[in-house]
């Protein structure tokens, strides 16, 4: 639990990053005890940036935000609540009267330059990490926390106040000691999260990203529990069995050891095309959202891929495109294939960093439900 006196302490911190230009609404501190309340103060990661997705609604955000925060807690004598940065530099908490650790300036100084470092780690592209940048980017999406999107669906479930008379439990009432009252019985549609379908592209041009995605995979999967996933490259294969391995490097080792074309050429239309006749009507009940991951470079027919992904986005809620070279400065979908896909896709977004991938997670966060109809 947070000290109540850390209230305080968070109204104060609101009140720097507003003077400092973050407009901070007036009950985030109340959001902060709970969100620290929620994740813990064991993990550093957990409690900064739990912090800092309250009080940052812009990029531009980001930047100033860290900078208050070290130098805000760095400088308090009376903390009430206890940090802990990216670097594992833990913040104490001291009673009133306790004297300050010497040193702090510097301890503080080197926390701030690794979470700058870790910032510049997210906006590096997937292509030009080391080995030991990729482990941590790697182990950075496997802490990613976010809460997937619901959807309310047909079935529905007892309440007590609901959109709907439940005349059948009702009338089971009736003959209880309330049968003069007859008081009504109510329901209401029952929510569930909405789940996700994972297409990616594993072809010689997405050679230098297909890991990372994979690993965003597994990732979604344990923030989801459902998930389907598949990949291709001149033909599709579902991989949602091996992605159901709890340990990722294991995971994505048995992917490619099941996958029998990575890094070939690249047929989009035909692999959609198999989705549609194999697999659509197990997998994309409930009204799912599809997110496909390609860079749109295509050996088959532009005039296939367009009937497939039509076809596709009729049986879906919702489809997301993720292509890793759409971030890149002078980016044009001129591609046959993108050109084919895209009148049919929802989203089209970049995802060559990690800071991509955060901006996957906010849409996908961001979905709204949708009261599911009975197919016509």
Known sequence: MV??????????????????GIPVPAATAGDMVAALETVGMASGNDSFFALRALAC?????LQI??????????????????????????????????????????????????????????????????????AQVR????????????????RRRATIRGDRPDLRRTLRHSVGPDADLMPLAYTERRV?????????????SMERYSEMLLYFAHAARGRLGRLEAFVFSTHLTRITRHLARRDPSSAISEVAIAVDDWSSGTKIGDAIGRFNREWSRRVTRGGPIVVIASDGWDRGEPELLSKEMAKLRRSVHRIIWLNPLAGR???????????????????????????????????LESVPARVLRPAS
């Open 3 to 20: 000290p109540t006196a850390g209230l305080a302490t968070l109204v104060d911190f609101t009140h720097r990053l507003r003077a400092e």
């Open 57 to 61: 609604s812009s990029v531009e955000h």
């Open 65 to 134: 935000f860290d900078r208050v925060f070290f130098a805000f807690f760095g400088a308090m004598r009376d903390p009430s609540i206890a940090f802990v940065n990216p670097r594992q530099r833990t913040w104490t908490i001291r009673a009133e009267g306790d004297q300050p650790d010497t040193g702090d300036g510097d301890e503080v100084r080197k926390a701030a330059v690794g979470a700058s470092a870790i910032e510049r780690l997210g906006r590096r592209d997937f292509a030009d990490l080391s080995a030991a940048e990729s």
């Open 139 to 154: 182990r950075l999406i496997a802490e990613m926390l976010w809460a997937p999107a619901h959807v309310t669906v047909r």
């Open 192 to 204: 569930r999260r909405r789940p996700l379908v994972f297409i990616a592209d594993v072809s010689g």
């Open 329 to 363: 400065p002078g980016f044009s979908p001129e591609t046959r294939g993108m050109r084919a896909a895209l009148p049919h896709v929802d989203d089209f977004l970049p995802a060559a960093n990690l800071t991509d991938l955060a901006s996957v997670v906010a849409l």
